[in-house]
């Protein structure tokens, strides 16, 4: 099944620990994003990556990192994650933007 | 940075109804993208319409797009209460990035 994977869907984590969250696509999509959704704010975007080792900020990439050292796999890095990073994750893909995204089911991440 | 932003922000209507949302945009785009997200689950994209089309049709969804007022809207027409969800429009400037309004919350009631 075409899909775009990320992992954990859930996680609690405390202030300045280090940790990533794994995002895959099985259908060699050259375009993936990285997006934050938080009530009131919709959705904004963080990085996005237009191929392997092509990547860029979008609105709002303080504090994340990104890589895509391979095309399926594009992973977020919070280096020292800070209460204000407490949201609703989604990555997303595409192989052509013109033909809109798949996204993946989200990751709610909470920072205390 | 954001831009489309939709009206209304909640709507609800009856089974049966047909529901609007309008979406507002400030720059000049390739294409607007309409997209549903049920409850705290991930997006899921409905209809894209481009810069020089001015209306599009997808089963009981219809787009319209007017470039010259930066609007667009989507029609459900009779809608069931599995149309329940929030909808987003999404705006593409031609830079490979979407940037995506508030979002419209529809309740359909049985």
């Known amino acids: 099944e075409a899909q775009v994977t990320q992992n954990p869907r859930y996680l609690i984590t405390v202030t300045g620990k280090k940790l990533t969250v794994t995002c895959s696509q099985n259908?060699?999509?050259?375009?993936m994003s990285w997006y934050r959704q938080d009530p009131g704010l919709g959705l904004r975007q963080i990085y996005y990556?237009?191929?392997?080792?092509?990547?860029d900020k979008g609105d709002v990439p303080e504090g994340y990192k990104v890589s895509r050292k391979e095309k399926r796999n594009f992973p977020l890095i919070l280096e020292s994650p800070s209460p204000n990073q407490t949201s609703l994750y989604f990555c997303?893909?595409?192989?052509?933007?013109?033909?809109?995204?798949?996204f993946g089911s989200g990751t709610r991440l909470t920072v205390v | 940075s954001q831009q489309g932003e939709e009206d209304p922000q909640a709507l609800s209507i009856q089974e049966g109804e047909n529901a609007t949302m309008n979406c507002s945009y400030k720059?000049?785009?390739?294409?607007l993208q309409w997209y549903r997200q049920n409850s705290g689950r991930g997006l899921v994209h409905l209809i894209l319409?481009?810069?020089?089309?001015r209306e599009k049709h997808s089963g009981r969804l219809r787009v319209t797009l007017d470039t010259s007022k930066k609007s667009s809207s989507l029609l459900i027409t009779a809608s069931r209460a599995a149309d329940t969800a929030s909808y987003f429009c999404a705006t593409d400037e031609g830079n490979n990035r979407l940037a995506f309004g508030k979002g419209n919350q529809v309740v359909v009631i049985p």
């Open positions: 990556s237009m191929n392997v080792e092509v990547t």
């Open positions: 259908m060699n999509h050259e375009y």
């Open positions: 720059t000049s785009i390739n294409n």
């Open positions: 997303a893909s595409s192989q052509n933007p013109l033909y809109g995204y798949t």
């Open positions: 319409i481009r810069s020089n089309e």
